[in-house]
């Protein structure tokens, strides 16, 4: 599957002409783009190419090696890939609304048998708009690879944009069928169970807020702290090194701490349940690892033409704080073509997670 990834600096037009010299009639666009131009660049886009969909998202940018805050990357689809880009608004209220959009677009790019991804990039609200392509993608074999919008200043409203306009409370998505060979999804976690195997119980939650209050009967941070000995005003910095994970059959889906409240409750990046099975983890040996993913991907995949990634800014803050992620980007890059984006969380298949890299391959 043919494809055009291109970068740019400077000013929001001269990042665009910059990034799509040499790009002609391309079937879709996905672009990054810093959070201070991103409307321009949207637009440009648009204007520049009137009859191409196109979807975007912001934050730090991997792109054939390379790392970048400042510059735009677009990546360019070609007639070899049949295409349907959409946005889903007010995601935050129903986006179950979007069902019949979205049937209409899988008809159209007529999914086969392991050929056919969602890419998508969201503002929030990421449990039920997993839970809304479950429902159309997994009775058609359609995988889900995405990545929660990061890189808004503080206090300021997540973004991301579709055919020219930026979106708040939004999803946007590009359908993406392969007619040149396969495409597959794949989720890398680099943190392990501790050799002590210690599960626990969410006993209490609030989901709405993504709360986990108890564990086992016991205030969650009390928990974490008596089987870890980090003290509690220390657990959420702690997060790098020992994040919760959610069991589910045979894997560990992590959910990232992002606060905690007076009486011992852990607000996270992930929603737990209750009853759902908790273990607190631990890093394991990343580079062993990440080549292990890669050495899988090859393995699997003839011919990569493309990886299009989403790492977690946790995972981004790790290994930059081990002058890693330099190499990290080089590693990806070895693959084959190769785009990749920073978010605030992830999308693979059918769950969100936290601290874990998502991509899709593309022969």
Do not use: W
Not at 148 to 172: D, H, L, W
Not at 235 to 245: A, E, Q, R, S
Not at 281 to 298: A, D, F, M, S, V
């Amino acid at each position: 599957m043919r494809s055009f990834i291109g970068q740019g600096t400077g000013n929001a037009k001269n990042a665009v002409q910059e990034a799509t010299r040499g790009l002609e009639s391309p079937e879709a666009i996905i672009f990054i783009a810093p959070y201070d131009i991103v409307g321009e660049v949207a637009d440009l886009l648009k204007k520049q190419y009137p009859n191409t969909p196109s979807i975007g998202t912001i934050g730090t940018k991997l792109v054939n090696g390379q790392v970048g805050d400042n510059n735009v990357s677009v990546l360019g689809l070609f007639s070899d890939a049949k295409v349907r880009c959409g946005v889903i608004e007010n995601i935050s209220e129903c986006p179950v609304a979007s069902i019949g959009k979205l049937e209409k677009d899988i008809s159209a790019v007529s999914p086969g048998h392991g050929d056919t991804v969602c890419l998508e990039y969201c503002t929030g609200e990421e449990e039920k708009l997993v839970t809304t392509f479950t429902s159309c993608f997994e009775k058609k074999g359609i995988q889900l690879a995405g990545g929660t919008a990061f890189g808004a200043p503080e206090g300021k409203a997540s973004v991301v944009a579709y055919n020219g306009r930026i979106y708040e409370n939004a999803c946007v998505y590009a359908l993406i069928k392969n007619t040149t060979g396969k495409v597959r999804v794949y989720k890398e976690n680099i943190y392990k169970k501790q050799a002590s195997n210690i599960s626990h119980f969410a006993t209490r939650v609030n989901t709405s807020k993504k709360a986990l209050i108890e564990l086992d009967g016991k205030p969650a941070a009390e928990v974490y702290s008596q089987e870890l000995g980090i003290s509690k005003d220390k657990i959420v910095d702690n997060v790098l090194k020992n994040p919760m994970g959610r069991a589910v059959g045979d894997e560990v889906f992590i959910s990232s701490m992002m606060g905690m409240e007076p009486n011992g409750t852990l607000v996270n990046y992930k929603r737990i349940n209750k009853n759902d099975c908790i273990y607190f983890l631990e890093l394991g040996e990343y580079q062993q690892i990440e080549q292990e993913t890669r050495n899988k991907i090859q393995s699997d995949m003839n011919h990569i033409s493309l990886v299009v990634s989403i790492d977690c800014i946790y995972r981004y803050l790790l290994y930059d704080g081990e002058g890693y992620f330099a190499t990290y980007a080089k590693d990806m890059a070895s693959l084959g073509n190769h785009m990749g984006v920073v978010g605030g969380g992830e999308q693979c298949n059918n769950q969100h997670v936290n601290q874990t890299m998502v991509c899709a391959v593309f022969e």
